[in-house]
């Protein structure tokens, strides 16, 4: 056959196609996997040259490190922190989106731009002047200092409206006529259908929220409130050379996310598609 | 007749009664971002011309010398190099391998789509948490890079522990974690790339590079763009990877000394607020400056479709 030679090509190139995207996908995958087997390594297996890369599965690391720190109680603070945030951003980014899209008055878009305003303010410009905010309203070293910063979503606001301008008039004409209230149509009409952008927007605070440092390292001191990015770095900062422990650390507080990540990517690779980074 | 509340009534009529509800739909949001983004706006400029103490001591106008002592102070200059060379190495590395990889696993089927979310795994990491594993890599005497590099017997480094190529190590990490966001991005601008437009390409003869420089690129280039800009604002604003990887301290030598840590320590380690404030002016003055230039040069080669 003639075509023989084309296609023995076409499938050699696609075989390594596919070699190397798997060894680029590994790549990504090897630090975690170096953590995760410095994690369990056996005392007598750390300090050894080359390194080895099969796992001693020896669970004492984690046990140590959970002892070493109230680990339940920054994991309570993070999760706690995260859905605070993300109860207010809805909250405020539902009903002002709802405002910009279903009510007719005069300065409508100004407002929005003022919205959009806040786009422009890179967030290093307000590190220091928020930190006095916050101690001039008493409220450094809480777990509000961590979460009323973030309440006002310009993404939720942004994404909400864009939603809701799609959806058709017709729909609140005929709540109207029904006698229902705004309130009553955002709650059991607007809402429900708007589930998967919410879903969207309530991923990415949280995410944004469980991996922030800088902020809660800045405006926290106590213990009991701080998250547990603020208390892996401070692990790291006093047991630098107890590698088992911290890489046990680092695990313990990356596989939530991991987690998360597989189960939703699809999500996630759609809000990305769409250029939404993360708030770090 | 009951049922003529039930006729529309008319827009200037809604209008009118819409204005109050508007207000107080739009008034929680509102008070949001006026505490924490419009005000602290306003009050950084106040910080930067003003001595400000947070222990009661009064408040006094200094004008212009916080900005004159950041100005003056040479770790000031060595954080602005630092930034500056870190935003050199990231912005082309990001591009290319981005571009590259993207390139590569555009195919579909459920192998790639795995390809691409491993790719994309780290980015949603936990920075501080995972630069831990990053850091026994980096380990000049039992880390798996020089392990590696030993056996294909390259000259080993010191990694984070030299001064030349600490800051390159944190972009290394750097690149791990944020890489995917970047490939996620083209993977979907290629995919909004006319197939008809490649396939005539074919048949007309180009060779696999040619469709790629004259058809696949130019129509690139706008996502290309905004990767530029995104990345240039997130190198800038380097703070978390490089706490994790040099201690806190941005050394050696001040080798990893970013502007935003160096803001971070004299705000929050001396207490200079107001240096610190004029420092956070700089640096946003900075990243406007740079996000103008680079829209200005796009505007003599981006295609727009």
Do not use: C
């Given at each position: 056959?003639?075509t023989?030679?084309g296609?023995?090509?076409?499938?050699?190139?696609?075989g390594?196609?596919?070699?190397?995207?798997?060894?680029i996908?590994?790549?990504f995958?090897?630090?975690l996997?170096i953590a995760?087997?410095?994690?369990?390594?056996?005392a007598?297996h750390?300090?050894?040259?080359?390194?080895?890369?099969t796992p001693?599965?020896?669970?004492?690391?984690?046990?140590?490190?959970?002892?070493?720190?109230?680990?339940?109680?920054?994991?309570r603070?993070t999760?706690?922190?995260?859905f605070?945030t993300?109860?207010?951003?809805?909250?405020?980014?539902?009903?002002?989106a709802?405002?910009?899209?279903?009510?007719?008055f005069?300065?409508?878009?100004?407002?929005?731009?003022?919205?959009l305003l806040v786009l422009?303010?890179?967030?290093?410009?307000?590190?220091?002047?928020?930190?006095?905010?916050?101690h001039?309203?008493n409220?450094?070293n809480?777990?509000?200092a961590?979460?009323?910063?973030?309440?006002?979503?310009?993404y939720?606001?942004?994404?909400?409206?864009?939603?809701?301008?799609?959806?058709?008039e017709?729909?609140?004409?005929?709540?109207?006529?029904?006698?229902?209230?705004?309130?009553?149509?955002?709650?059991?009409?607007?809402?429900p259908?708007?589930?998967?952008?919410?879903f969207?927007?309530a991923l990415?605070?949280?995410?944004?929220?469980?991996?922030?440092?800088?902020?809660?390292l800045?405006?926290?001191?106590?213990h009991?409130?701080?998250?547990?990015?603020?208390?892996?770095?401070?692990?790291?900062?006093?047991?630098s050379?107890?590698?088992r422990?911290?890489?046990?650390?680092?695990?313990?507080?990356?596989?939530?996310?991991?987690?998360?990540?597989l189960?939703i990517?699809?999500?996630?690779?759609?809000?990305?598609?769409?250029?939404?980074?993360?708030n770090? | 007749?009951?049922n003529?509340s039930a006729?529309?009534?008319?827009a200037?009529?809604?209008?009118?009664?819409?204005?109050?509800?508007?207000?107080?739909?739009?008034?929680p949001?509102?008070?949001?971002?006026?505490?924490?983004?419009?005000?602290?706006?306003?009050?950084s400029?106040?910080?930067?011309?003003f001595?400000?103490?947070?222990?009661g001591?009064n408040?006094?106008?200094?004008?212009?010398?916080?900005?004159k002592?950041a100005?003056t102070?040479?770790?000031?200059?060595?954080?602005?190099?630092?930034?500056?060379?870190?935003?050199l190495?990231?912005i082309?590395?990001?591009?290319?391998?981005?571009?590259?990889?993207?390139?590569l696993?555009?195919q579909k089927s459920?192998?790639?789509?795995?390809?691409?979310?491993?790719?994309?795994?780290?980015?949603?990491?936990?920075v501080?948490?995972?630069?831990?594993?990053?850091?026994?890599?980096?380990?000049?005497?039992y880390?798996?890079?020089?392990?590696?590099?030993?056996?294909?017997?390259?000259?080993?480094?010191?990694?984070?522990?030299?001064?030349?190529m600490?800051?390159?190590?944190?972009?290394?990490?750097?690149?791990?974690?944020?890489?995917?966001?970047?490939?996620?991005?083209?993977?979907?601008?290629?995919?909004?790339?006319?197939?008809?437009?490649?396939?005539?390409?074919?048949?007309?003869?180009?060779?696999?590079w040619?469709?790629?420089?004259?058809?696949?690129?130019?129509?690139?280039s706008?996502?290309?763009?905004?990767?530029?800009?995104?990345?240039?604002?997130?190198?800038?604003?380097a703070?978390s990877?490089?706490?994790?990887?040099?201690?806190g301290?941005?050394?050696?030598e001040?080798?990893t000394?970013?502007?935003?840590?160096?803001?971070?320590?004299?705000?929050f380690?001396?207490?200079?607020?107001s240096?610190?404030?004029?420092m956070?002016?700089?640096?946003v003055?900075?990243?406007?400056?740079?996000?103008?230039?680079?829209?200005?040069?796009?505007?003599?080669?981006?295609f727009?479709?």
């Amino acid at each position: 056959m003639s075509t023989a030679p084309g296609s023995s090509r076409r499938l050699m190139l696609k075989g390594s196609r596919a070699v190397i995207s798997l060894a680029i996908a590994l790549a990504f995958l090897f630090p975690l996997y170096i953590a995760f087997i410095t994690s369990m390594d056996t005392a007598a297996h750390v300090f050894v040259y080359p390194p080895h890369l099969t796992p001693d599965f020896n669970f004492h690391p984690y046990v140590r490190v959970w002892h070493m720190g109230r680990w339940m109680m920054y994991f309570r603070n993070t999760v706690f922190i995260a859905f605070t945030t993300i109860a207010i951003a809805l909250a405020t980014s539902v009903l002002a989106a709802y405002a910009l899209s279903f009510f007719q008055f005069k300065g409508r878009n100004v407002v929005f731009m003022l919205v959009l305003l806040v786009l422009m303010v890179p967030s290093e410009a307000l590190l220091i002047p928020n930190y006095v905010i916050l101690h001039e309203m008493n409220l450094l070293n809480t777990l509000w200092a961590q979460i009323l910063p973030f309440g006002g979503s310009v993404y939720g606001v942004f994404l909400l409206r864009q939603f809701f301008l799609s959806m058709p008039e017709a729909y609140w004409d005929a709540a109207r006529i029904d006698g229902a209230s705004h309130l009553r149509f955002l709650w059991s009409i607007a809402l429900p259908q708007a589930k998967s952008v919410l879903f969207t927007i309530a991923l990415y605070i949280f995410i944004g929220s469980w991996n922030s440092f800088q902020w809660p390292l800045i405006v926290t001191v106590s213990h009991n409130v701080q998250p547990l990015e603020v208390e892996v770095s401070r692990l790291m900062l006093a047991h630098s050379v107890d590698w088992r422990r911290l890489s046990a650390a680092g695990i313990m507080t990356t596989m939530p996310l991991v987690i998360l990540f597989l189960f939703i990517q699809r999500h996630i690779i759609r809000g990305v598609s769409r250029g939404e980074g993360i708030n770090e | 007749m009951p049922n003529l509340s039930a006729v529309p009534r008319t827009a200037r009529a809604r209008s009118r009664h819409d204005v109050l509800k508007a207000v107080l739909f739009l008034l929680p949001m509102f008070a949001f971002l006026l505490i924490f983004t419009y005000l602290p706006a306003g009050v950084s400029l106040v910080l930067g011309f003003f001595h400000y103490h947070l222990l009661g001591v009064n408040t006094t106008f200094g004008g212009l010398s916080d900005f004159k002592e950041a100005l003056t102070y040479s770790v000031f200059w060595t954080a602005l190099k630092n930034t500056l060379l870190y935003a050199l190495y990231m912005i082309p590395a990001t591009i290319i391998l981005a571009v590259a990889i993207a390139v590569l696993i555009d195919q579909k089927s459920r192998y790639y789509a795995m390809i691409r979310t491993f790719v994309l795994l780290p980015y949603i990491t936990p920075v501080i948490a995972t630069s831990i594993g990053w850091l026994w890599m980096f380990n000049p005497q039992y880390g798996i890079l020089n392990a590696v590099l030993q056996a294909l017997h390259l000259p080993t480094s010191q990694w984070l522990l030299s001064p030349t190529m600490a800051m390159p190590s944190v972009a290394l990490y750097t690149l791990w974690h944020g890489l995917g966001f970047n490939v996620v991005i083209v993977l979907s601008a290629l995919a909004n790339i006319p197939r008809q437009v490649v396939e005539a390409a074919a048949i007309d003869g180009a060779s696999a590079w040619t469709r790629f420089r004259q058809i696949t690129l130019p129509l690139l280039s706008p996502t290309l763009l905004f990767l530029v800009i995104v990345t240039t604002i997130a190198t800038l604003q380097a703070f978390s990877q490089v706490y994790a990887l040099s201690g806190g301290q941005g050394g050696p030598e001040y080798a990893t000394t970013t502007l935003l840590l160096l803001i971070y320590q004299t705000g929050f380690q001396y207490f200079h607020f107001s240096y610190a404030a004029s420092m956070a002016i700089l640096l946003v003055l900075l990243i406007l400056g740079l996000t103008l230039v680079q829209n200005w040069i796009s505007k003599r080669w981006v295609f727009y479709q």
